[in-house]
């Protein structure tokens, strides 16, 4: 039978819609609107395709956007200036800084100097453990997206066997942690595990974010489970995910296609943790 097709476009405009409706109760309530500001450190040129797709987004939702760019020899010091400016700004609900960043800058420390109540990333040391700890706290994007599409399509998280490819801070590692905070009995695995397809072939979920195009393959998959494919290949042939589609579609139940599969819900998700961030900004008299 063929699978069914996870349609992450159709379920991102959902997301969109509710966090317009949100942003709109939001600026009725408080006469203010939610806040994002995007940091872009250099010309890297998907960087800027990237952010200017976020502010794209954010214009679309009604969410205010405050943009800072910086020449790619900038220091350390001066993208520090910037967070540290954006973060004592109360109009300023959630920072982005658009990763990676030129070589000469830490990421990881930049990342540390954003307040962790604005990190709609949800990268920060703070919550990631938070996360880990499964305490609230803002939640990072792609991870949640995923979460969300299983949601739409009513696939039955709690006790379901759930195996996440992939162990980056990014991907593999918060969406392991989120799938226990769903009850999932969740396996990662990454490029030291032994027998790769067998232990993938035990799972009920099955979640692809390694950056290898088309790596998983039928064998990978057992009969029925869910296919969800993070990763975006940029190759000769096109854009590709982690999952040879063709071959996996004849043994899953469910299943993303790249594009449009986890893709467009990274932003949406963005876009909610702004209003999140907002929200609870408000509700702790900040703003
Ligand atoms: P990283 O390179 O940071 O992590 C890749 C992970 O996959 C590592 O844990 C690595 O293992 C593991 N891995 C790599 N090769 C193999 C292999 N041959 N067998 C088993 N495991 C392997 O990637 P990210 O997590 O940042 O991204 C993963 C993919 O998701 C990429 O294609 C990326 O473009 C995409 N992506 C998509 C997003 C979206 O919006 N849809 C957002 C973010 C990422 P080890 O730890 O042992 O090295």
């Known amino acids: 039978m063929a699978p069914t097709i996870i349609d992450g476009k159709a379920v991102a405009q959902r997301v969109r819609a509710e966090v317009a409706q949100g942003v709109a109760e939001f600026f009725k309530r408080t006469g203010q609107r939610p806040g994002l500001a ?46 540290e400016e954006l973060n004592a700004m109360a109009e300023v609900s959630g920072i982005l800084l658009q990763l990676p960043a030129p070589q000469q800058i830490d990421d990881d420390a930049m990342v540390a100097l954003i307040d962790p109540a604005k ?56 969406l392991a942690a989120l799938l226990i905070e769903r009850n999932a009995t969740v396996t990662v695995c990454h490029s030291r ?29 057992k009969p029925g489970a869910t296919v969800i494919d993070v990763g975006i290949n940029r190759t000769e042939a096109g854009l590709v995910g982690d999952v040879d ?30 209003l999140l961030a907002a929200q609870e900004a408000s509700a702790r008299g900040l703003r």
Not at 44 to 72: M, Q, T, W
Not at 204 to 219: H, N, Q, R, S, Y
Not at 262 to 272: D, F, K, N, Q, Y
């Open 38 to 83: 995007t940091v872009l450190v250099g010309d890297d040129p998907a960087s800027a395709v990237y952010v200017a797709n976020k502010r794209k987004a954010c214009e679309e939702v009604g969410i205010e956007g405050f943009h800072r760019e910086l020449s790619a020899d900038a220091s350390q010091g001066e993208v520090a200036e910037v967070l």
């Open 119 to 174: 990190d709609v990333d949800g990268l920060s040391a703070i919550n990631a453990g938070l996360l880990a700890q499964g305490r609230p706290g803002l939640r990072p994007c792609t991870p949640s997206g995923v979460i969300e599409l299983l949601d739409a399509y009513e696939i039955a998280i709690e006790g379901a066997q759930a195996v996440v490819l992939g162990r980056s801070q990014l991907v593999g590692r918060p």
């Open 193 to 221: 595990t032994r027998d790769l397809a067998g232990v993938c072939a035990g799972a009920d979920i099955l979640i692809a974010a390694v950056g290898v195009p088309k790596m998983v393959t039928a064998e990978f998959i």
């Open 245 to 274: 589609f063709q071959s996996a579609k004849t043994r899953a139940g469910a299943i993303t296609p790249v594009p449009g599969g986890v893709g467009p819900m990274t932003i949406a998700c963005l876009l909610r943790n702004t």
